[in-house]
């Protein structure tokens, strides 16, 4: 079992940035791949990145490539999205999720989710 917390969100001016952290219980966290994950309201959740369980590899949802940066520190069960030049279409609620398979995560698969913590960017 994994508890996830979100921290960071807030409101932001267009092209400010934040940095979101997640903060997850447990002994096994560099098993799971991590990921974040956003839903805007009257959408669904939208995959945004994921990272591999030894932080090697990432992938990112086309609409953030190049702005958002996701890390993680496994001695600190901690994962991390940065966030940059954000724009309007940033603004949601942010969730960190974690997952055995990491290839299902992209599209929404994953065995734990934290709450959410709120962003938005103003124009």
């Known amino acids: 079992q994994v508890q996830l917390v979100e921290s960071g969100g807030g409101l932001v001016q267009a092209g400010g940035s934040l940095r979101l952290s997640c903060a997850a219980s447990g002994r096994t966290f560099s098993s799971y791949n991590m990921g974040w994950f956003r839903q805007a309201p009257g959408k669904e959740r939208e995959f945004v990145a994921t990272?591999?369980?030894?932080?090697?590899?990432?992938t990112y949802a086309d609409s953030v490539k190049g702005r958002f940066t996701i890390s993680r520190d496994n001695a600190k069960n901690m994962v991390y999205l940065q966030m940059n030049s954000l724009k309007p279409e940033d603004t949601a609620v942010y969730y960190c999720?974690?997952?055995?398979?990491?290839?299902?995560?992209?599209?929404?698969?994953?065995?734990?989710w934290g709450r959410g913590t709120q962003v938005t960017v103003s124009s």
């Open positions: 999720a974690a997952g055995r398979r990491l290839t299902a995560m992209t599209f929404g698969i994953c065995d734990y």
């Open positions: 990272i591999s369980g030894g932080g090697s590899s990432t």
